[in-house]
């Protein structure tokens, strides 16, 4: 009996477009790697390095809105003709906002608050596009801890994955097995909403994915 003949597939390329310049205002390499998964890959990283620091009464979905303007603001006037892409994740218990852990003692209580709670994690994305109009998207995605023992809480401590973590924890890592569920973006808890930061480059002029070229 013979073979069937196995057909190679090729798909027809299409020309290379040119495509603008894109800023990246943010010096966290989660962001970088969430960006390269889906084939984007910044022409520069330029972080804004603006004050962080929360107004009065000012809440979790305004501070991450107004963080993430700003810094794209920011970098967009030093990159005039560019598409700038800020961004700002605020993990949140109602109105409480979680701190970027530094310190052992910080992580701790930020573990011990979330265990067997439900919290939020807020990202808010704004692009500056290259005529200068700038857009915003806030998404939040629902998490929900399993109650934690003082024998796991300790352990990931020793993980040093905490450290400058905002809610002090990675869900990319050892944290994935305290996460009872969620409900929303995942790729959000890590630091960027890839669906609607991918949706927001394409309508300022980024055709697509940014495939690799043979």
């Not at 573990?111 to 067997?116: D, F, I, P, R």
């Not at 109650?147 to 994935?176: D, S």
């Amino acid at each position: 009996m013979r073979k069937p003949i196995e057909k190679e597939c090729r798909v027809k390329k299409s020309p290379p477009s040119v495509q603008p310049i894109l800023v990246l205002a943010s010096a966290s390499e989660r962001r970088r790697n969430l960006l390269e998964q889906i084939n984007v890959v910044p022409n520069l990283i330029d972080p804004a390095n603006i004050e962080e620091a929360r107004r009065k009464g000012e809440s979790p979905r305004a501070l991450a809105e107004r963080l993430a303007r700003e810094k794209a603001a920011t970098v967009a006037e030093r990159h005039r003709g560019a598409i700038v892409l800020g961004a700002d994740t605020v993990v949140a218990c109602g109105r409480r906002i979680l701190p970027k852990a530094e310190s052992p003692e910080q992580a701790r209580h930020c573990l011990e608050l979330l265990s067997g709670r439900r919290h939020r994690v807020v990202s808010a994305i704004s692009l500056v596009s290259p005529v200068g109009a700038m857009r915003s998207r806030v998404v939040v995605t629902a998490v929900r801890f399993k109650r934690l023992n003082a024998v796991e809480v300790e352990a990931y401590l020793q993980t040093c994955e905490w450290q400058g973590k905002a809610g002090g924890y990675a869900i990319q890592g050892h944290a994935a097995i305290f996460v009872a569920w969620i409900n929303g973006s995942y790729s959000n808890i890590v630091g960027l909403p890839l669906f609607e930061t991918h949706a927001m480059l394409t309508s300022a002029g980024l055709t697509g994915l940014r495939l690799p070229s043979d």
